[in-house]
């Protein structure tokens, strides 16, 4: 791994480093075992793996406060380790068990948690957009300095309800960051032949709003435009775009072999930019942390990994009477 150039700022405390190190390597360690829970045929449908883009959610983690929230699409299950959510109860929704968030009716597209401000993975590629916004209006109308984070990645920035949320979310001054997780291939189309503009996050020019570029693959740079968004939206300055310049490892979902970028670019990202490597070479070269003590967290993190899939394995199926539960309407006929 090559050392990169970014050291640890003077108001980032050992403890910080070691918490982002920590945070961003639990949702790996979870993505390689849903990734391999997937492989034995025990996570039905679709499943998409967040590995690779880890320092985008925890470092705009470390910039929110209680009450803010947040909402992505069914790229998630980061998102869901970040806000503090429960690994056994995600485990256990993407098995599709009674332990799950959904009581698991709704997989790993369809999460939600009241208690953590997080609204969900969203199936439909930027249908998450506006109701980011609305989200983001519902703090402004209660009169609270809540943010709400509303994640979306290159392929949806395409969507014309995208364009249609920022003209609203401006014109009322919402306070929402949108965050554009920029991985470069959407499903599997590269940017370069996808989208126009190079830049996406100038597009909010034409509305007023302002934006930048982020490396998001430095939890540190991540965290630092974090807190100016928030700052820009807790002031009622109006909405904020982020365009986080990352990149994921596995292909769009489990079925996707990724054909179409070579094994040596993803290799590339992996020995020169790994968002988790960085932080390590921060420690290790800042004297924050040893290797032994590196490894404990490592041995740490597994185990909890582990025992979310062990409760997975071992919670049961959704009993049938679940088919009525949480649903607008007893539509069932008398007999």
């Not at 009581?103 to 969203?122: P, T």
């Not at 983001?136 to 300095?145: R, V, W």
């Not at 100038?202 to 740079?221: H, K």
Request: charged share 25%; with cysteine.
């Amino acid at each position: 791994m090559a050392t990169r150039k970014t050291k640890a700022k003077s108001n980032t405390s050992a403890e910080d480093l070691k918490a982002y190190y920590r945070d961003m390597l639990l949702i790996r360690r979870f993505e390689e075992k849903a990734g391999q829970l997937y492989g034995m045929g025990l996570i039905g449908g679709f499943c998409h793996l967040y590995i690779g883009q880890e320092a985008v959610v925890v470092g705009l983690e470390a910039s929110a406060k209680e009450g803010d929230k947040r909402l992505t699409s069914y790229r998630d299950h980061g998102h869901m380790l970040a806000c503090g959510m429960d690994p056994n109860g995600v485990m256990a929704e993407l098995t599709g068990r009674e332990g799950g968030y959904s009581k698991g009716k709704g997989g790993s597209m369809h999460m939600f948690s009241a208690e953590k401000h997080f609204y969900g993975g969203h199936g439909i590629v930027a249908a998450q957009v506006p109701l980011g916004a609305g989200l983001a209006f519902s703090d402004q109308y209660k009169g609270n300095d809540n943010v709400t984070f509303t994640y979306f990645g290159d392929g949806a920035a395409n969507q014309g309800q995208v364009y249609e949320t920022f003209n609203m979310a401006a014109l009322w001054k919402l306070p929402v960051v949108f965050v554009i997780e920029n991985n470069q291939y959407a499903m599997g189309t590269s940017q370069q032949r996808s989208t126009s503009s190079p830049d996406i996050h100038t597009r909010g020019i034409a509305f007023g709003i302002p934006g930048e570029a982020v490396d998001g693959m430095d939890v540190l740079a991540v965290k630092e435009a974090g807190e100016k968004a928030v700052a820009h939206c807790r002031a009622g300055k109006g909405p904020y775009i982020l365009e986080m310049m990352t990149y994921r490892y596995r292909g769009h979902s489990m079925s996707d072999p990724a054909k179409y970028r070579t094994r040596e670019e993803v290799q590339k990202i992996r020995e020169k930019s790994d968002c988790i490597e960085h932080v390590r070479e921060m420690l290790i070269t800042g004297k924050h942390a040893t290797e032994d003590e590196l490894k404990e967290i490592d041995k740490e993190i597994k185990a909890v990994v582990n025992a979310s899939a062990e409760f997975a394995k071992e919670s049961p199926e959704p009993d049938l009477s679940e088919l009525w539960t949480d649903i607008y309407a007893d539509i069932r006929q008398e007999a």
